[in-house]
């Protein structure tokens, strides 16, 4: 089992037990998600064919349980030959716009509920979502080393729930004490920012962040 804050966050947020990875590289989350016994099937695939062998050969203990498909975002799984579709779908380990570009990919219309962890550009995602009828029904954040991480479950609604300024920039995590550190770690290398140059949007965020410590 790959022991990782980031994997088992990912992990912890998968309710659903027939899943898709889309970009899974070495398959760690689906792997942890079997070994944890989370799952009963999945759907990988990857953009790289070199990087989708990688999760063919960690995942050969379950090979009745998997299938795999080279592909770009959510059509991969169209390649699927089994009548099994996904009901939940993970997209982990990539940029906010990255999976943005997914997500606004026709086949998205398909499927409802996603497990989402941007290494970046979490406050556009969490805007695109938004915007486009997604519910954030949990938005965790978890320390790996040095870097923080936002993981997101998300659900399409008809209408979804009015976010405030403080969930639009930092989620709703129940993990207090990480959130903390995350603003302080943020305030810091705002505020280093700000003694070289002052840009309007360094200098709200730091305001932003400021107040919301206030709250802890
Ligand atoms: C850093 S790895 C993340 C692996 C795994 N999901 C994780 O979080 O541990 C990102 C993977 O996404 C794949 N990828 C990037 N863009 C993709 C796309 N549009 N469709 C499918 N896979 C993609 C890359 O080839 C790479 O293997």
């Known amino acids: ?15 659903k037990r027939i ?15 079997f070994q944890f016994n989370k799952i009963d099937f999945a759907i990988l695939s990857d953009i790289s064919e070199k990087c989708l062998q990688k999760a063919v050969k960690n995942l050969e203990d379950y090979k009745i349980k998997t299938t795999f ?8 799984i169209n390649l699927n030959t089994y009548d099994i579709q996904p009901e939940q779908i993970i997209i982990a380990g990539m940029g906010g716009h990255e999976i943005i570009n997914i997500l606004k990919n026709e086949q998205s219309k398909k ?43 998300v659900e399409k609604v008809d209408k979804p729930k009015p976010l405030s300024i403080q969930e639009l920039y930092f989620g709703n995590p129940s993990d207090l004490k990480t959130l903390k550190e995350y603003l302080k770690y943020e305030l ?3 505020k280093e920012i700000s003694a070289k140059k002052k840009v309007l949007e360094n200098e709200t965020l730091i305001r932003l962040i400021e107040q919301h410590l206030l709250d802890f």
């Open 69 to 76: 498909f080279v592909g770009d975002g959510l059509q991969a």
């Open 111 to 153: 499927y409802s509920r996603y497990v989402l962890q941007p290494q970046k550009n979490v406050v556009e995602l969490r805007t695109y979502l938004h915007q486009n009828n997604f519910e954030i029904l949990k938005d965790e954040i978890v320390q790996e080393g040095k870097i923080f991480y936002y993981v997101l479950k």
């Open 1 to 15: 089992m790959i022991n990782s804050p980031r994997i088992n966050k990912i992990c912890e947020l998968v309710d």
């Open 19 to 33: 899943i898709a990875e889309i970009g899974c590289d070495h398959a760690y989350i689906t792997k942890n998600l």
């Open 188 to 190: 810091s290398k705002r």
